[in-house]
């Protein structure tokens, strides 16, 4: 497929930023990004509104890791950006990303800010393995935002045609 002008629908698939480990008596649900992590966080949201990726909506996983990851969006791309925080994406399946990713609605672009790995497999599955593997060689990296465009719009039934526009990794120093 190649895409030319504004595609019918972009989605973004967006892994949480590094989070440190889980304190003693702390659960993995409520870890929270490390120094890396927020810095991960701000680049990648400040890099994506710099090249022009502004999504109508996110939809994020309600674990506080992706609560973090998913908010700088507001200050890089607007304080107006409608930001979901949807239990399932926490232990959901692919299908479950599926489902909520390409729920009907009026956005035409929507992110979902999620965990390895799920967005990882989701990913292969849109992309394909081979254009997957080639973007992100060594699996998907915190922060690691994958951009796909698809000539019509997707269903959680038939999500086929997607082309990879762009995938980016933030650079901060740690």
């Not at 299908?95 to 965990?115: C, D, Q």
């Amino acid at each position: 497929m190649a895409s030319f002008g504004t595609p019918a629908f972009r989605l973004y698939l967006l892994r949480h930023a590094h989070a440190g480990w889980a304190q003693p008596g702390q659960s993995d649900f409520d870890r929270t990004l490390d120094d890396g992590g927020f810095a991960e966080a701000e680049v990648i949201a400040e890099e994506a509104a710099d090249q022009g990726y502004r999504p109508g909506l996110i939809i994020a996983s309600t674990a506080m890791r992706c609560r973090q990851t998913a908010e700088p969006f507001h200050r890089a791309v607007s304080e107006e950006l409608a930001i979901d925080y949807v239990d399932q994406l926490y232990s959901g399946t692919v299908e479950t990303y599926a489902e909520l990713a390409f729920a009907e609605r009026p956005e035409t672009s929507v992110m979902i800010v999620g965990h390895n790995p799920m967005i990882e497999e989701f990913f292969h599955r849109l992309a394909g393995k081979e254009i997957a593997e080639t973007a992100a060689p060594l699996g998907y990296p915190t922060a690691g935002l994958a951009i796909l465009d698809f000539d019509r719009r997707p269903t959680q039934e038939d999500h086929t045609g997607a082309c990879l526009h762009g995938f980016m990794t933030p650079r901060p120093v740690r």
